[in-house]
């Protein structure tokens, strides 16, 4: 790894999905540039529609860079061609949302894990050895392997695609809300699994979330994006604990709280911020 370069650099970057018989596109990120050091986990937070995932699904390939950069350890990869993103898979993985439609119901958990694993060129007898240390690494049962995802639970099945990404070793796993479609416990045994396996093997994390508290607990480092473009950033304990921008703000107060006259007291909080940001709402 070239350690002069962070691992991921973004750098002015603009995305616009242009619609068909229209002149203007829609400019879904405007600008913006963030930075991923190796084992360093980053969280990417904002409401719904603010662009957090089309940053996500730009660095995987998956969406138009209008304008900008994309870098991984030193290299451009904002404009590279079906080959070369099919090297950059061992290096850049994904965990998507919903762990009951990112799986394929027709496949057996042994077969979803060996799957990129034999694309890669391994033979079938290393396959099989990698995908029982998969299993284990995300404590789930050897038996699992011959299994389908109709037979897990949620929080079991995003165990499956953690180990999905983690099956070649990458250095950035992109986590686009793996925790969202989950139940409060089983997001925090599946939050606790991630930090571990972070710190075993030092891979870095993009965490996509709206939720503030979520990654505080997760991450080092925490960017707000509003309307495509990043409003803070910082240390997350620090953003957490005395967020400057008022659209961070109201993120903070939207966690619930058991007082209904302290939650009372945050809506109001909340609304007043509103006008702040947003002064036409």
């Known amino acids: 790894m070239n350690t002069t370069e962070p691992l991921l650099r973004i750098e002015d970057l603009v995305v616009t999905y242009r619609a068909s018989g229209r002149r203007a596109g829609n400019r879904v990120l405007d600008g913006i540039s963030l930075q991923i050091g190796a084992g360093e986990c980053v969280g990417l937070v904002g409401e ?35 080959r070369g993103r099919r090297a950059l898979a061992a290096d850049i993985q994904v965990v998507f949302q919903d762990p009951y439609t990112s799986l394929n119901p027709s496949m057996s958990v042994g077969d979803i894990l060996a799957e990129p694993i034999r694309a890669a060129g391994l033979k079938r007898v290393h396959a099989a050895s990698r995908v029982r240390e998969l299993l284990e690494q995300v404590d789930l049962p050897a038996d699992a392997e011959s ?19 983690l099956a070649l070793e990458p250095r950035l796993i992109i986590c686009d809300e793996p925790l969202s479609a989950l139940d409060l416990s089983t997001q925090a045994r599946v939050m606790d699994l991630l930090i571990g396996i972070q710190e075993r093997t030092g891979v870095s994390y993009l965490f996509i979330s709206h939720d503030l508290q979520v990654v505080r607990e997760m991450c080092h480092r925490v960017a707000v994006m509003f309307r495509g473009r990043l409003v803070e950033t910082g240390e997350a304990d ?14 903070m107060l939207a966690a619930p709280v058991a007082d209904p006259v302290v939650q009372a007291e945050r809506r109001r909080e909340r609304s007043r911020l509103a006008q702040t940001v947003n002064p036409a709402a």
Do not use: M, N
Request: aromatic share 6%; no cysteine; net charge positive.
């Open 48 to 82: 719904s529609g603010s662009g957090k995932s089309t940053l996500g699904r730009a660095v995987l390939g998956l969406a138009p860079v209008t304008a900008g950069s994309i870098s991984f350890d030193g290299r451009r990869i904002d404009a590279l061609g079906r």
């Open 147 to 165: 299994r389908f995802p109709r037979q897990f639970s949620g929080g079991q099945r995003q165990r499956i695609a953690i180990a999905r990404a």
């Open 238 to 251: 620090q953003v957490t604990a005395s967020p400057e921008h008022p659209y961070t703000r109201q993120l």
